[in-house]
């Protein structure tokens, strides 16, 4: 298998599975190994195996195999606990990576939004950053393990990236980068304008905002948009373009940036320019490239590196973040404590990283008791 790239994809959830087919379609000899403590990875990755491209053979009217997409690609799978430090160690051990990507985490961020259950629907209006013991415990985990053993394969975090990434930046355990938010803005504007110099700097708190509702001028001032170096404006550039819908399909857009990040990252042929949350441990989403020398944030005409994350730091607010310290803890805003529903309160005190499993437990068994 020289030649053949390993990635190893973490979550077999709704994002992970269109990530999983997306990868299916890339000119790129791959391995990839779907790894979840859920007994049915093993029937998910026979669902992908499956998914491979057709294409008419020459000079016939029939389907055959595209020989690059059937026979370099490879799908497996494992059934491990991501809380199982040894157990991963020594799987990561065994099957070194090119590629790491995580989308695990203890509650899905859209499952609020389909539940009849009215405690539940409270907390998916309050800001993200009330789920966010729910996004940090696999991630924290899996980068500790990598640490903790000398394993340097880079990571991709898909959970929270704009928020988790930075918590892990203050512990030195950060992943490369993440995916989605700024970068699904990125792309909505790239299909627009293919031949443009597009630099946006912007948080996961306005994504669904920006790219589901009408009247979005009130939100310009929360990100940055230099278009071949002017300054624009998203509800200007996106006054004809009609909202998406406010559900899990927003998914495709998310691994679609996703498979432009991975295929950058493994062919060095391949150059891409692009808005990216969590680069480098950074809060909310930055211009950066990726090309042969790896990742490196862009910087932008109107605008400084220091500003950029001061324009972030302050959009964390919508999603109920109000800073982060430098060991990790992070403290919610007053906005967000007030919003909080009385059974929930415990969500508002300050949250160390290490004590965020424990507060995912309280969470669990307040709405389970809902």
Not at 75 to 88: E, Q
Not at 110 to 120: A, E, M, T
Not at 150 to 173: Q, R, T, W
Not at 286 to 293: E, G, L, R, V, W
């Amino acid at each position: 298998m020289s030649g053949i790239k390993r990635v190893i994809l973490f979550g077999i959830g709704d994002l992970a599975m269109r990530i999983a087919v997306e990868l299916q379609h890339l000119a790129l000899p791959l391995e990839l190994i779907l790894v979840s403590r859920n007994d049915s990875v093993t029937a998910q990755a026979s669902l992908i195996s499956s998914l491979k491209p057709l294409n008419r053979s020459k000079g016939s009217q029939s389907l055959s195999y595209l020989q690059e997409s059937s026979q370099n690609k490879f799908i497996s799978s494992k059934k491990l606990d991501l809380f199982d430090t040894s157990a991963l160690e020594t799987f990561i051990r065994q099957h070194p990576p090119d590629l790491i990507i995580n989308c695990a985490s203890l509650l899905s961020p859209w499952f609020y939004s389909q539940s009849k259950i009215k405690l539940w629907r409270e907390l998916g209006k309050v800001g993200f950053g009330a789920q966010l013991c729910a996004q940090l415990p696999p991630i924290l985990n899996l980068m500790n393990t990598l640490h903790t053993a000398g394993i340097s394969s880079p990571v991709i975090n898909c959970s929270f990236p704009d928020v988790v990434n930075h918590i892990l930046a203050k512990l030195k355990l950060s992943p490369l980068c993440g995916i989605g938010n700024a970068g699904m803005l990125s792309r909505v504007l790239c299909t627009r304008m293919p031949d443009s110099d597009i630099r946006l700097t912007a948080h996961h708190a306005l994504t669904q905002k920006l790219l589901c509702c009408t009247q979005t001028e009130h939100l310009d001032a929360y990100c940055h948009i230099e278009i071949n170096g002017e300054i624009q404006q998203w509800s200007a550039l996106t006054r004809d373009t009609p909202p998406m819908m406010r559900n899990a399909q927003l998914n495709l857009l998310t691994a679609s940036h996703a498979t432009d990040i991975v295929s950058a990252l493994l062919n060095e042929k391949t150059i891409l320019k692009s808005s990216i949350p969590g680069p480098l441990g950074m809060p909310g989403g930055y211009p950066c490239m990726i090309d042969k020398n790896g990742l490196r944030l862009q910087t932008c005409q109107h605008i400084s590196q220091s500003e950029a994350e001061n324009l972030n730091l302050n959009s964390a607010k919508l999603d109920g973040i109000s800073s982060i310290d430098h060991d990790g803890t992070v403290n919610y805003t007053e906005n967000f404590q007030k919003s909080l529903p009385d059974v929930l309160g415990f969500l508002a005190e300050p949250l160390h990283p290490n004590s965020s499993l424990q507060r995912f437990t309280q969470l669990e068994a307040c709405l389970n008791h809902a």
